[in-house]
């Protein structure tokens, strides 16, 4: 820049007061993280966008910075007082330092708007102050000349809205270029249209989006549209601005097509150049009849013509007419066909889906595109991405669960009553373990309720403590498909981070190899506890559960069968009979395991002073058989108790007593009830012959009899049934001790971590399952499907098993697996609010799914009844990326096989119950090309054979789930990258094979589709959830091109130890 030294010079001069703020500052320029000089104090002048730098403040200026095509860097913490300038044109950074915080801020303030774009953004607010100012008057001076009977009913600018059907954009359209003018006869122009919006209100030029590049034509057909939500403040009378440019390389342009909030201008790249542009209203293309508009391009000056526009407006549901025969040359050189974008929820499955549908999806982005079909037709193919609610809603729910269930464990912890000092102490330490982990899940539930914004994790988060039980980008991809010759068909693909607790890291492996290692070390501490398997303690927590829910509804029953003896209803007394006596039975079942006799006498021998009537552990009993195996391994544990003091002696058939009453109470309540309502039938008889007040009297005597002659039977079942209930309770919480006193603290860490797989598998799970539901909602043999057999839901995992990656693995396939335990169960809703309810414990949860009356009328009767749903989780995972190409040359891929392997046979397993129990007719009709036992035949081979890379297996894992219609997921380490690319695929292949897909027109549909990448919408720095840098870019640029370094292993070698010193040098 060419300046004045003297002006400069005497401007740096000038008093104190023309200068916009001034003050001592340490100065010194950075290149990296790295100074070029010491800190240096200056004087420092601000004027306009001009910094002076002077040694004091009566000295000339050493140095003027331009604060231009720059940005300010202010360091948040409390204690920090520099800010640094950076430049876009790569100069060294300017690194400032202020004497306090309050003066550090000030001049962060003042060197931020010293600057033009501040300057225009100033005249821009200033403009709209001065329309806001001009309409206000315009208003009032309407008002005096207006009757007052008009003056209430004018207010604001009346504009003509645009009348669309709900939830769907406002407005949509096309565009196409012809006869475009190039500067040179010779060159191909790169094309791409701008999209601007002049509010009628506002009278200021928004930049509103941008479409793709179009190489090498004249007369582009642009493959992205234009779009406005429901919710954009469009009219009739709103302007759109279009301008054309030219981009020589297409290697140093972006184009974002997403929505910009603010008016700043593209960039000035050198390799851009304006073509030029036009205008029209909205209203001329809502009402033209042929739903289109032809408009010239003009120059800037408005003098010459370099071609023509035409606008094509766009209506969701109105297939096109006509062959595809008309496609010109240079249109089939574009890479795809159309597509479009928009923001409004597809309600394909009806609008009553819509209320319930809206409560869990959020934030619908929109595709539309077109593809030529084998028989030249076109075929309409809607791509949509949603988020849901259900990524903090499930997790949240379940925390609350987790809290009420430690607690009331805890409780029972401290009702054990009076135990020896051994174990007494083993048990104050089991509860404050238990109580801080208590408390740490009551501050993660706090802080997710805190939480605001988006309605999914990012990936930049996935280290975040207060989010770790949040499911990472968790999100709905649907496609829908709209061909002229076959059904509408839809495809869902839940896409999804790898379930895995990334927070506590994985160090020493996932939870796969932490559960085996954890039960290991388990069968060495007979010595400080006894020993019970996983099998024994999860029985333990069914009795517990059992107990809790039984118990409550015995008393209930039992209170209605006095209310009805009361009443002196046979038939109320019949039922309530009825009730009680199943309620009973199930409650008697639960205790004919033989481990709580075992755990009585396990706790007995842990009182302060016990003797044994006989021998405490008989091992070689026949009676008790395999029941005891805890304490056939392991006698010598209750053997040691001998040093306790002996003060009283236990009778091992008192349990049997205590739980035998139960049954013989509620067997003289049935007697009872049954004499009684045998005298009732005799006198019924002996009624007809008396007058009606002598039966009035003689029912009221009779009814006062039954109260009392059942009263003290009941009381006495209830007390029995207290007593049984106070032993058992007692007993399983005893072997709970010994569990995690076994291992504390690391079976409480491992809980949590176990906790946390959970909690991301789950809400993936509920939102693939409410998404299928409403989807199959008028499909009948989907729906006896569900009751009858359950659910499919298929995991395709493309992690690696190569550091991190493999104990994210591990920590996926414990995850999936203890979906097993999740039941679904379909409620009609009360109230609008239509989020599912989660009940249960650990190990059984049961999810209710609400929905509206209309749509749960459309429910088998068996589902209405409210039959528990089963869910049948698979995993199969192919390991794509580099660091699978070394897992397989250096590592280890056993997890792999075996995950494959073992969900292949519950696959199988499921397939054999589904063709047991269901007619073959209720496959959907379009996809029965194929045989499943041949694909399960396919899939065994693909999996039993040692194939690198082997992505036939994902192939074939996800056909087969389709054909039963599960639910498919998607997953890798963050949900982006690999899934995307193997979503995309994916439904390119569908369409190819379900849909009759041109197969010239593949590649370019799957271009298409893959436009934001391929076309470079987005900076490297971009990050498509929050902007920032993901934070597996920085360590893939030490992993070169593998193919080519494989080609001779000593190049490998050497590679290898120059990544690994790379890597240690920046975690170091």
């Given at each position: 820049?060419?300046?004045?030294?003297?002006?400069?010079?005497?401007?740096?001069?000038?008093?104190?007061?023309?200068?916009?703020?001034?003050?001592?500052?340490?100065?010194?320029?950075?290149?990296?993280?790295?100074?070029?000089?010491?800190?240096?104090?200056?004087?420092?002048?601000?004027?306009?966008?001009?910094?002076?730098?002077?040694?004091?403040?009566?000295?000339?200026?050493?140095?003027?910075?331009?604060?231009?095509?720059?940005?300010?860097?202010?360091?948040?913490?409390?204690?920090?007082?520099?800010?640094?300038?950076?430049?876009?044109?790569?100069?060294?950074?300017?690194?400032?330092?202020?004497?306090?915080?309050?003066?550090?801020?000030?001049?962060?303030?003042?060197?931020?708007?010293?600057?033009?774009?501040?300057?225009?953004?100033?005249?821009?607010?200033?403009?709209?102050?001065?329309?806001?100012?001009?309409?206000?008057?315009?208003?009032?001076?309407?008002?005096?000349?207006?009757?007052?009977?008009?003056?209430?009913?004018?207010?604001?600018?009346?504009?003509?809205?645009?009348?669309?059907?709900?939830?769907?954009?406002?407005?949509?359209?096309?565009?196409?270029?012809?006869?475009?003018?190039?500067?040179?006869?010779?060159?191909?122009?790169?094309?791409?249209?701008?999209?601007?919006?002049?509010?009628?209100?506002?009278?200021?030029?928004?930049?509103?989006?941008?479409?793709?590049?179009?190489?090498?034509?004249?007369?582009?057909?642009?493959?992205?549209?234009?779009?406005?939500?429901?919710?954009?403040?469009?009219?009739?009378?709103?302007?759109?601005?279009?301008?054309?440019?030219?981009?020589?390389?297409?290697?140093?342009?972006?184009?974002?097509?997403?929505?910009?909030?603010?008016?700043?201008?593209?960039?000035?790249?050198?390799?851009?150049?304006?073509?030029?542009?036009?205008?029209?209203?909205?209203?001329?293309?809502?009402?033209?009849?042929?739903?289109?508009?032809?408009?010239?391009?003009?120059?800037?000056?408005?003098?010459?013509?370099?071609?023509?526009?035409?606008?094509?407006?766009?209506?969701?549901?109105?297939?096109?007419?006509?062959?595809?025969?008309?496609?010109?040359?240079?249109?089939?050189?574009?890479?795809c066909a159309l597509v479009r974008e928009c923001t409004a929820t597809e309600g394909i499955s009806?609008?009553?889906?819509?209320?319930?549908?809206?409560?869990?999806?959020?934030?619908?982005?929109?595709?539309?595109?077109?593809?030529?079909?084998?028989?030249?037709?076109?075929?309409?193919?809607?791509?949509?991405?949603?988020?849901?609610?259900?990524?903090?809603?499930?997790?949240?729910?379940?925390?609350?669960?987790?809290?009420?269930?430690?607690?009331?464990?805890?409780?029972?912890?401290?009702?054990?009553g009076e135990l020896a000092p051994h174990w007494d102490n083993m048990r104050k330490s089991v509860?404050?373990?238990?109580?801080?982990?208590?408390?740490?899940?009551?501050?993660?539930?706090?802080?997710?309720?805190?939480?605001?914004?988006?309605?999914?994790?990012?990936?930049?988060?996935?280290?975040?403590?207060?989010?770790?039980?949040?499911?990472?980008?968790?999100?709905?991809?649907?496609?829908?498909?709209?061909?002229?010759?076959?059904?509408?068909?839809?495809?869902?693909?839940?896409?999804?981070?790898?379930?895995?607790?990334?927070?506590?890291?994985?160090?020493?492996?996932?939870?796969?190899?932490?559960?085996?290692?954890?039960?290991?070390?388990?069968?060495?501490?007979?010595?400080?506890?006894?020993?019970?398997?996983?099998?024994?303690?999860?029985?333990?927590?069914?009795?517990?559960?059992?107990?809790?829910?039984?118990?409550?509804?015995?008393?209930?029953?039992?209170?209605?069968?006095?209310?009805?003896?009361?009443?002196?209803?046979?038939?109320?007394?019949?039922?309530?009979?009825?009730?009680?006596?199943?309620?009973?039975?199930?409650?008697?079942?639960?205790?004919?395991?033989?481990?709580?006799?075992?755990?009585?006498?396990?706790?007995?021998?842990?009182?302060?002073?016990?003797?044994?009537?006989?021998?405490?552990?008989?091992?070689?009993?026949?009676?008790?058989?395999?029941?005891?195996?805890?304490?056939?391994?392991?006698?010598?544990?209750?053997?040691?108790?001998?040093?306790?003091?002996?003060?009283?002696?236990?009778?091992?058939?008192?349990?049997?007593?205590?739980?035998?009453?139960?049954?013989?109470?509620?067997?003289?309540?049935?007697?009872?009830?049954?004499?009684?309502?045998?005298?009732?039938?005799?006198?019924?008889?002996?009624?007809?012959?008396?007058?009606?007040?002598?039966?009035?009297?003689?029912?009221?005597?009779?009814?006062?009899?039954?109260?009392?002659?059942?009263?003290?039977?009941?009381?006495?079942?209830?007390?029995?049934?207290?007593?049984?209930?106070?032993?058992?309770?007692?007993?399983?919480?005893?072997?709970?001790?010994?569990?995690?006193?076994?291992?504390?603290?690391?079976?409480?860490?491992?809980?949590?971590?176990?906790?946390?797989?959970?909690?991301?598998?789950?809400?993936?799970?509920?939102?693939?399952?409410?998404?299928?539901?409403?989807?199959?909602?008028?499909?009948?043999?989907?729906?006896?499907?569900?009751?009858?057999?359950?659910?499919?839901?298929?995991?395709?995992?493309?992690?690696?098993?190569?550091?991190?990656?493999?104990?994210?693995?591990?920590?996926?396939?414990?995850?999936?697996?203890?979906?097993?335990?999740?039941?679904?169960?379909?409620?009609?809703?009360?109230?609008?609010?239509?989020?599912?309810?989660?009940?249960?414990?650990?190990?059984?949860?049961?999810?209710?799914?609400?929905?509206?009356?209309?749509?749960?009328?459309?429910?088998?009767?068996?589902?209405?009844?409210?039959?528990?749903?089963?869910?049948?989780?698979?995993?199969?995972?192919?390991?794509?990326?580099?660091?699978?190409?070394?897992?397989?040359?250096?590592?280890?891929?056993?997890?792999?096989?075996?995950?494959?392997?073992?969900?292949?046979?519950?696959?199988?397993?499921?397939?054999?119950?589904?063709?047991?129990?269901?007619?073959?007719?209720?496959?959907?009709?379009?996809?029965?090309?194929?045989?499943?036992?041949?694909?399960?035949?396919?899939?065994?081979?693909?999996?039993?054979?040692?194939?690198?890379?082997?992505?036939?297996?994902?192939?074939?894992?996800?056909?087969?789930?389709?054909?039963?219609?599960?639910?498919?997921?998607?997953?890798?380490?963050?949900?982006?990258?690999?899934?995307?690319?193997?979503?995309?695929?994916?439904?390119?292949?569908?369409?190819?094979?379900?849909?009759?897909?041109?197969?010239?027109?593949?590649?370019?549909?799957?271009?298409?589709?893959?436009?934001?990448?391929?076309?470079?919408?987005?900076?490297?720095?971009?990050?498509?959830?929050?902007?920032?840098?993901?934070?597996?870019?920085?360590?893939?640029?030490?992993?070169?091109?593998?193919?080519?370094?494989?080609?001779?292993?000593?190049?490998?070698?050497?590679?290898?130890?120059?990544?690994?010193?790379?890597?240690?040098?920046?975690?170091?």
């Open positions: 820049m060419r300046f004045n030294a003297k002006d400069m010079a005497l401007l740096a001069k000038r008093p104190s007061g023309c200068f916009d703020k001034e003050g001592k500052l340490k100065i010194c320029r950075v290149v990296g993280n790295e100074k070029l000089l010491e800190l240096r104090e200056r004087w420092c002048r601000l004027k306009g966008n001009l910094l002076f730098l002077m040694k004091n403040k009566s000295s000339e200026a050493s140095e003027v910075v331009i604060l231009e095509r720059c940005w300010i860097v202010e360091f948040r913490s409390k204690t920090d007082v520099s800010i640094v300038l950076k430049f876009q044109s790569g100069e060294p950074d300017l690194y400032l330092e202020a004497a306090s915080k309050p003066d550090c801020e000030s001049w962060a303030v003042a060197l931020g708007e010293a600057n033009s774009e501040h300057l225009q953004n100033k005249i821009q607010q200033l403009r709209r102050l001065i329309m806001e100012i001009k309409e206000e008057r315009s208003s009032d001076e309407a008002r005096q000349f207006l009757p007052s009977s008009q003056v209430d009913s004018l207010g604001e600018p009346q504009f003509t809205s645009i009348q669309r059907i709900s939830n769907e954009p406002k407005l949509e359209f096309s565009l196409a270029c012809k006869d475009l003018v190039a500067a040179t006869r010779d060159r191909k122009l790169n094309t791409f249209i701008q999209v601007s919006v002049v509010h009628p209100a506002e009278h200021i030029l928004t930049r509103y989006s941008s479409t793709e590049i179009v190489e090498g034509t004249r007369d582009p057909l642009f493959l992205t549209g234009v779009t406005f939500p429901p919710e954009y403040p469009i009219y009739e009378e709103t302007k759109i601005k279009l301008t054309v440019y030219d981009v020589k390389d297409k290697s140093q342009d972006t184009v974002r097509t997403s929505v910009l909030p603010d008016n700043k201008e593209p960039r000035a790249d050198v390799g851009r150049s304006f073509l030029g542009c036009t205008s029209f209203r909205v209203g001329d293309l809502v009402k033209s009849k042929e739903q289109q508009l032809t408009l010239t391009l003009r120059t800037s000056d408005g003098g010459k013509t370099v071609g023509t526009i035409e606008v094509n407006l766009v209506k969701m549901g109105e297939l096109e007419d006509g062959e595809t025969d008309h496609v010109t040359t240079d249109a089939q050189d574009q890479k009806g609008k009553d889906n819509l209320p319930s549908l809206n409560a869990v999806l959020k934030n619908p982005v929109c595709k539309l595109y077109r593809f030529p079909t084998s028989d030249n037709k076109w075929m309409r193919i809607r791509e949509q991405m949603a988020e849901t609610t259900l990524s903090f809603h499930v997790p949240k729910e379940l925390i609350n669960l987790h809290i009420k269930e430690d607690m009331r464990r805890n409780q029972e912890l401290k009702d054990l509860i404050a373990h238990c109580d801080q982990m208590l408390s740490m899940y009551q501050d993660t539930l706090a802080e997710l309720g805190k939480h605001t914004g988006s309605s999914f994790k990012s990936s930049c988060s996935k280290g975040e403590k207060t989010l770790e039980f949040i499911p990472i980008n968790l999100h709905l991809q649907r496609m829908h498909v709209h061909s002229p010759r076959l059904k509408d068909a839809l495809y869902d693909v839940i896409t999804v981070g790898a379930p895995a607790a990334h927070f506590q890291g994985f160090k020493n492996g996932g939870l796969r190899k932490l559960l085996s290692k954890f039960e290991a070390e388990r069968r060495n501490t007979g010595y400080q506890c006894i020993y019970y398997s996983p099998e024994n303690t999860a029985k333990a927590k069914e009795v517990l559960s059992n107990i809790n829910h039984l118990q409550p509804l015995i008393s209930s029953h039992a209170d209605l069968l006095l209310n009805s003896a009361s009443q002196h209803s046979p038939d109320s007394l019949k039922n309530s009979l009825k009730m009680l006596s199943e309620k009973t039975e199930l409650f008697v079942h639960a205790f004919k395991d033989q481990l709580v006799r075992s755990a009585l006498l396990a706790l007995y021998t842990a009182r302060p002073g016990c003797v044994l009537k006989k021998p405490a552990v008989p091992r070689n009993s026949a009676e008790e058989g395999g029941d005891l195996q805890h304490h056939q391994d392991h006698p010598s544990q209750i053997k040691r108790q001998d040093s306790i003091p002996h003060h009283s002696e236990y009778d091992e058939e008192e349990w049997d007593r205590v739980w035998a009453n139960v049954g013989k109470s509620l067997n003289c309540v049935i007697a009872m009830v049954d004499r009684l309502l045998e005298k009732d039938s005799i006198s019924n008889v002996k009624e007809g012959e008396s007058d009606s007040s002598a039966a009035d009297s003689k029912v009221l005597h009779t009814g006062g009899d039954w109260y009392e002659q059942l009263y003290p039977l009941v009381i006495t079942l209830k007390d029995c049934m207290g007593e049984v209930v106070t032993r058992a309770k007692q007993s399983m919480a005893f072997v709970l001790l010994q569990e995690l006193a076994c291992g504390l603290p690391q079976c409480l860490m491992l809980t949590l971590r176990r906790d946390i797989v959970f909690s991301q598998a789950l809400a993936g799970l509920v939102c693939g399952f409410i998404i299928k539901l409403h989807t199959g909602l008028h499909d009948q043999g989907f729906l006896q499907q569900l009751h009858t057999v359950g659910l499919l839901v298929q995991y395709e995992g493309l992690l690696s098993t190569y550091s991190e990656e493999a104990g994210m693995l591990e920590d996926m396939a414990v995850g999936i697996s203890d979906l097993q335990k999740v039941m679904f169960k379909v409620i009609e809703a009360k109230s609008e609010d239509f989020l599912p309810i989660i009940t249960g414990r650990r190990e059984h949860y049961i999810i209710e799914v609400q929905l509206p009356a209309k749509m749960f009328e459309l429910l088998p009767q068996e589902i209405k009844e409210g039959k528990l749903l089963r869910m049948y989780p698979v995993l199969f995972n192919v390991g794509i990326n580099e660091q699978q190409t070394l897992a397989e040359r250096f590592g280890d891929t056993t997890l792999q096989e075996n995950i494959n392997q073992e969900n292949l046979q519950l696959l199988k397993e499921y397939y054999k119950l589904f063709t047991e129990k269901m007619p073959p007719d209720c496959l959907p009709h379009f996809q029965e090309q194929n045989d499943l036992k041949g694909l399960l035949e396919n899939l065994h081979q693909n999996i039993q054979t040692k194939k690198r890379k082997n992505v036939e297996i994902m192939w074939l894992a996800a056909t087969i789930c389709r054909k039963l219609n599960g639910v498919r997921f998607t997953c890798c380490k963050s949900a982006k990258d690999r899934t995307s690319m193997s979503v995309t695929l994916e439904q390119c292949s569908i369409l190819r094979d379900e849909h009759q897909l041109h197969k010239d027109f593949f590649i370019r549909a799957l271009d298409c589709m893959r436009s934001r990448q391929t076309q470079g919408a987005l900076n490297e720095s971009d990050d498509p959830e929050t902007g920032c840098l993901t934070d597996n870019k920085p360590t893939s640029r030490h992993f070169y091109p593998v193919a080519l370094l494989l080609v001779s292993s000593h190049l490998l070698v050497v590679w290898l130890i120059l990544s690994l010193a790379l890597l240690l040098a920046k975690y170091q």
